[in-house]
């Protein structure tokens, strides 16, 4: 009864980012809104048509969408830049599904 309520979903790739992480629930939780691009960004509040002003809150610069807010965004790209520096990665920041699929080929590995 149970599988007939609830029917196998299809696979996903980015399932071990989420599932067995020594991340922080909140993180996980975040990270599980981030690649199904559901979290609350300005640019998706707005199309859900809340008047509210769509630049980005970190730079002022553009609109604040999920790519730009983490990843586009100079601010947010400087702070990646020095996280992977201290990481010991020494290549340049990516967009969003590219840096999801490096960390998915990396969680495969121990
Ligand atoms: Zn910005």
């Known amino acids: 009864m149970y599988k007939f309520l609830h029917p196998v979903g299809a696979r996903v790739g980015w399932n071990r980012l989420i599932c067995n992480s020594h991340a922080s629930p909140k993180s996980t939780f975040i990270m599980w809104l981030a690649v199904q691009n559901r979290l609350a960004t300005k640019d998706r509040l707005i199309r859900w048509q809340l008047n509210i002003d769509g630049t980005c809150g970190l730079c002022q610069l553009e609109s604040e969408s999920l790519e730009h807010l983490f990843f586009s965004c100079s601010y947010s790209k400087e702070i990646w830049r020095q996280v992977l520096l201290y990481l010991g990665v ?5 967009p969003w599904q590219e840096e999801v699929q490096i960390a998915v080929k990396r969680s495969r590995s121990k």
């Open 90 to 94: 020494t290549r340049a920041v990516l």
